[in-house]
């Protein structure tokens, strides 16, 4: 059993950054892949991006660049069973809650995750 808690979410300017984490329990955080999904208003649930068991690899959504390219980073601390997403250079589109998940699949597929936390709000407005 892994549980998932997401924390950092808020209201941020555009243009502005924010780093949200997400903090597992369970001593086999290094078993899983773990991404970062969201969900803006009115949309349904979208992969953002995600990082391999041991971090060496990450993934971002397959409209990386049209969405996220050069703006949000991922990695994670296996030591802390923590993984983080850096958003920079924020938008409107940004705008969603945030969840992190663990997976054993490589497809980033979120009818493929195992675990889910409950998800952090991120606002961006002025």
């Known amino acids: 059993q892994v549980q998932l808690v997401e924390s950092g979410g808020g209201l941020v300017q555009p243009g502005g950054s924010l780093r949200l984490s997400c903090a597992a329990s369970?001593?086999?955080?290094?078993?899983?892949?773990m991404g970062w999904f969201r969900q803006a208003p009115g949309k349904e649930r979208e992969f953002v991006g995600g990082?391999?068991?041991?971090?060496?690899?990450?993934?971002?959504?397959?409209s990386y660049t049209d969405s996220v390219k050069g703006r949000f980073f991922i990695s994670r601390d296996n030591a802390k069973n923590t993984v983080y997403l850096q958003m920079t250079t924020v938008n409107l589109e940004d705008t969603g809650v945030y969840y992190c998940?663990?997976?054993?699949?490589?497809?980033?597929?979120?009818?493929?995750?195992?675990?889910w936390g409950l998800g952090t709000q991120v606002t961006v407005s002025s």
């Open positions: 998940a663990a997976t054993k699949s490589s497809s980033w597929s979120e009818y493929e995750c195992d675990y």
């Open positions: 990082t391999s068991r041991k971090g060496g690899s990450t993934y971002y959504t397959d």
């Open positions: 369970g001593r086999i955080f290094d078993s899983y892949g």
